[in-house]
């Protein structure tokens, strides 16, 4: 499977959190080979069955992103937005957007500060989007209120990088999809799910998991990257070396059982490997682990520089390790009901 033409392909589709649709189908598309079923729950999440008599393994990925959402449209055609999970305005202005209906924008800041006026810290009320229309008519022919647009950036690779819009969590899906192609046999019973809503606060990981009700559950996610110039020492991962094992993040404490089973099947099978604590943000981890009676719990992440602007950056020998393992505790014949 080609990194590259996946996350290409995952991206052309329209797919802020609330309207995941067109990329569930897709990743139906690319995994019902590899898998005995495929459902969608009332949620949206797509749910990729491998049957087994062992335990429930269920591995998560969030197939949604960031994105605006139209909140006015004023005489001049131009629109004030929302924010769909945590847009960074100080990364937006000059931005490319496109909505689903195909219509493309840019965002843009209010008028040019004047000489001597104090800068100030930029806020998503500063932007708007403009379509190129000449009055709220032309505009209203094209966007509605409660229209929804994404970043319409290109995804390209420089050597092992890859700089690209959506990578959190586009190449996690990825990432789920080259370890379906690369598993054989095992007797767990085996969960890939994409879940939605995640940038929003975990919801469709929370309803999985609960209808699934597994018994491990990973969730498969970037991670900040900690290794760019006077980067704080608030994340441990970095590009290029390799899986990052999730210790803990703001919204989950992995279990430590699963923590070392993770970095005992990566050395006994040789996947690069290293730690991840980050002290702020979250992933599905966090609504899986308190699902009924609880849930083993962890998480394999991608090290991402630049997260939620419109274009990140992820290391490719970091998206196969995290395959590697995804396969590995997939197949692991030690896990326990």
Known sequence: MDILQTLQALNACHGPAGDESQVAAKLQELAAPYVDGCTVDTLGNLICHKKGSGPKVMFAAHMDSIGFIVTHIDDKGFLRFGQLGGLPANDLPGTPVRFKNGTCGTVAQE?????????????????????????????????????????DVPARRSGERIFSPYTDNRISCVVLLMALERLKESSNDLYFVFTVQE???LRGARTAAYGIDPDYGI?????????????AHGYSSAAG???????????????????????????????????????????????????????????ISIPCRYTHSPVEMVDCRDVEACAALVAAFAQDNTLQK
């Not at 806020?123 to 190129?132: A, C, N």
């Open 111 to 151: 008028g040019q500060r004047k000489t001597g006026d104090e800068p100030k810290k930029r806020r998503i009320d500063d932007l708007f989007l403009d379509i190129g229309a000449k009055d709220r008519a032309e505009a209203e022919a094209l966007v509605q209120i409660g229209d929804t647009a994404v970043y």
């Open 199 to 201: 940038e929003l606060g």
């Open 219 to 231: 969730a498969v996610d970037v991670t900040v990257a900690g290794d760019t110039p006077e980067a």
């Open 241 to 299: 070396k390799g899986a990052a094992i999730k210790v803990m993040d703001n919204s989950v404490v992995c279990h430590p059982a699963v923590v070392a089973r993770m970095e005992d099947l990566a050395k006994a099978q040789g996947i690069a490997y290293q730690r991840d604590v980050i002290r702020s943000g979250g992933t599905d981890a966090g609504a899986i682990h308190q699902t009924r009676r609880g849930v083993y719990t962890g998480g």
